[in-house]
């Protein structure tokens, strides 16, 4: 402190001619408007940048969570719609009061081996069970075939096993939707009439015929139908609506009557 008041003493003129300017531009500054106006907007924004930048910065940090709590919330939501009308083209998925949508991320993924199979963060602590079907924003991905407490294990569509009972959306002829090991965008559709004639762009949905979809969730679209002369049935090549190589987020599907109806039917085949 003494080393300071010295310092000041030996230069009182300069020190003083500092105090004066201080006092000047502060004079100033209050007197107009303008530059009240400059030294508040300079203030602000430098304030405004520095928020601005801190905001980005703790929005990247909590993404994540905010898109988890997205699914969940989606989650809920195709709970709570009613039934679509019989009709209308529901191309991503099938609101039904009697299906729950279970949110889950996806923890591994494989899209380059014959069975490919998908890992995710739900197991039977969060409800989940063997045999569920899943579902992604685009449509369908594929039924659980392993389930522990916190984790499940999902046959994909890229699977050599798995077999879909489908419908061609605009005649409501059945159909089946399997695999062909080469290329994960691509399926085969198989079983097709022989009279029938599919257009490049016509949708492929599930038949509802299984206990594990409900109908109307859409599968693909066709890419194209080569008829195979003599044959009774034809194949056509499918686009999945799902893309299984950027998957991250999926729905297990719930069914409400699941254990009823497969009381009932166990009762038949007795």
Request: neutral net charge; glycine residues 6%; aromatic residues 10%.
């Amino acid at each position: 402190m003494r080393n300071l008041f010295l310092f000041l003493w030996r230069n009182q003129f300069f020190t003083l001619f500092i105090i004066l300017e201080i006092i000047s531009l502060l004079l100033l500054s209050n007197s107009f408007s303008y530059h009240r106006s400059l030294r508040y907007n300079t203030v602000s924004d430098f304030t405004g940048s520095v928020f601005s930048k801190y905001t980005n910065v703790t929005r990247y940090f909590y993404l994540q969570k905010e898109n988890e709590d997205l699914v969940a919330e989606n989650a809920r939501l195709r709970s709570l719609i009613p039934p679509v009308a019989e009709g209308l083209d529901s191309l991503h998925y099938y609101p039904d009061s009697l299906y729950g949508y279970i949110p889950a991320t996806v923890v591994s993924n494989t899209v380059t081996k014959p069975n490919n199979l998908i890992m995710v963060n739900r197991g039977y602590k969060d409800g989940v069970e063997k045999e569920m079907g899943v579902i992604s924003s685009g449509g369908l991905v594929g039924i659980v075939i392993g389930v522990s407490e916190h984790y499940s294990v999902i046959m994909s569509m890229l699977h050599q096993n798995i077999r879909i009972s489908g419908r061609i959306k605009k005649n409501d002829q059945l159909i089946n939707v399997v695999w062909d090991h080469t290329d994960y965008r691509l399926g085969t559709i198989i079983d097709i009439p022989s009279h029938l004639q599919l257009q490049a762009g016509d949708s492929i949905v599930t038949s509802g015929n299984s206990l594990i979809f409900p109908k109307d969730l859409l599968i693909g679209v066709v890419e194209s139908h080569d008829k195979e002369s003599g044959g009774l049935l034809s194949k056509a090549l499918l686009r999945f609506s799902t893309d299984f190589n950027s998957l991250r987020h999926v729905y297990i599907i719930k069914s409400f009557m699941a254990v009823e109806q497969k009381s009932l039917l166990s009762k038949i085949h007795e």
